[in-house]
Nanobody, 125 residues
Framework: QVQLVESGGGLVQAGGSLRLSCAVSGRTFSSGTMGWFRQAPGKEREFVAAINWSDRRTYYADSVKGRFTISTDNAKNTVYLQMNSLKPEDTAVYYC??????????????????WGQGTQVTVSS
């Protein structure tokens, strides 16, 4: 059974930092892509960042480019999202997702096969 378990969310002041973790068990995504998405109340789920497990190529939404960094730890089968210079508009539930194969649909939620339960990030002004 594949499981993606997020952790690291919380409450932080604007300008602060958080690091989200996503522990993957039950399979590897060595041929695929891991992504982070977020969903704020009343809004659709949106792409945040992604990384190809094999070549480490990264992708970012324009809204987080230069502030967020996605990375992987192969030994721990874990994906991280380092979030710096946080803004109130970053407040959302953040979801980790896994895609079995690298495709051009990196920023499309429906292309991902597995999802975590989400972790809340709240940025106060």
């Amino acid at each position: 059974q594949v499981q993606l378990v997020e952790s690291g969310g919380g409450l932080v002041q604007a300008g602060g930092s958080l690091r989200l973790s996503c522990a993957v068990s039950g399979r590897t995504f060595s041929s695929g892509t891991m992504g982070w998405f977020r969903q704020a109340p009343g809004k659709e789920r949106e792409f945040v960042a992604a990384i190809n497990w094999s070549d480490r190529r990264t992708y970012y939404a324009d809204s987080v480019k230069g502030r967020f960094t996605i990375s992987t730890d192969n030994a721990k089968n874990t994906v991280y999202l380092q979030m710096n210079s946080l803004k109130p508009e970053d407040t959302a539930v953040y979801y980790c997702a896994g895609k079995k194969f690298m495709t051009s649909l990196t920023q499309v939620a429906i292309a991902y096969n597995y999802w975590g339960q989400g972790t809340q990030v709240t940025v106060s002004s």
